[in-house]
């Protein structure tokens, strides 16, 4: 019985040494500079890098270098930096659409070493940066980038936060270019943009955090809809907390699996489940 057991301790060791080892030839581990400002543009680059168990983005605003550790066998350095750019963000590989750009808060408007508009004029192919067309990739990319920074602000209870990315998110629905959406989508969003528009206006307007938390359940509601359709790079986990909405229940949408709850933040982080996971 002993030598069984002994064996089985050997062969647990060696399939756990061998998925570690394996873990870490298909890991890198790279750095890229990214142009930003302040504490939000951090929390909108890292968010929009981050893959649960596949990226991890790791920027510094003094430096202006992100660490990006990945595994590669499930994405690329390229990608991620083209999901951040789509966030509104250069980088040394790729620009921000201009309108992306244009629709960050002020304070992180950083100072662009060169425009859409200049590179435009230059040989691409001698130039180092490439232009990124979010409408081309998903017209719905910008949407839900500051969609989530919002939520990851009301993680935090930072109101004032929450409210600038509302505003950025408000501007990001009105540049979606609706003739650009697949049949079965646009009309979903049409069905949606009023709610949209009105929730997210809501959310700018005030920096109650209760309040912008109310406005929140609607939002994502209106939201997942539209977003259950679409094509997305990346999956999305629709969660929900019943103790949200005085105990009647709210959802929102992530784009990590586990649970950080946007409701009561520090206060029950944990609270909630994954419901359904959507461009699995």
């Not at 990226?55 to 430096?63: G, H």
């Not at 949407?143 to 920074?149: E, G, S, T």
């Not at 949209?196 to 920096?207: F, G, Y």
């Amino acid at each position: 019985m002993k030598s069984l057991k002994h064996l089985m301790v050997a062969i647990i060791v060696l399939l756990s040494y061998t998925l570690s080892n394996a873990q870490t030839k298909n890991q890198k581990t790279e750095t890229v500079k990214i142009y930003g400002n302040c504490d939000m543009c951090k929390s909108t680059i890292e968010t929009a890098g981050n893959m649960k168990n596949i990226a991890i983005v790791d920027w510094d605003k003094t430096t202006k270098m992100a660490t990006i550790s990945y595994d590669s066998l499930k994405t690329s350095k390229e990608q991620i930096v083209k999901r951040i750019a789509l966030a509104g963000y250069d980088s040394d590989i790729f620009l921000a659409p201009q309108d992306t750009y244009a629709s960050l808060p002020s304070c992180c408007q950083y100072d662009r070493a060169v425009t859409t508009s200049e590179v435009a004029t230059k040989d691409h192919t001698m130039h180092s940066k490439k232009i990124i067309d979010e409408q081309v990739i998903s017209p719905l990319s910008v949407v839900f980038n500051n969609y989530c920074a919002l939520k990851n602000a009301l993680v935090k209870t930072d109101s004032i936060a929450a409210s600038k990315y509302a505003t950025a998110l408000s501007t990001a629905i009105d540049q979606v270019e609706m003739n650009k959406l697949s049949m079965d989508v646009h009309m979903a969003w049409m069905k949606n943009l009023d709610n949209l528009k009105m929730d997210t206006q809501n959310i700018a307007d005030t920096t109650d955090p209760n309040q912008q938390r109310q406005y929140l359940s609607s939002l994502s509601k209106n939201l997942y809809e539209v977003i259950k359709i679409s094509k997305q790079e990346t999956p999305t986990y629709y969660q929900f907390c019943p103790m949200a909405n005085k105990g009647e229940g709210a959802n929102w949408l992530s784009k990590e699996q586990t649970i950080e709850n946007p409701y009561y933040g520090s206060q029950m982080l944990s609270c909630g489940k994954t419901v359904e996971i959507l461009n699995k």
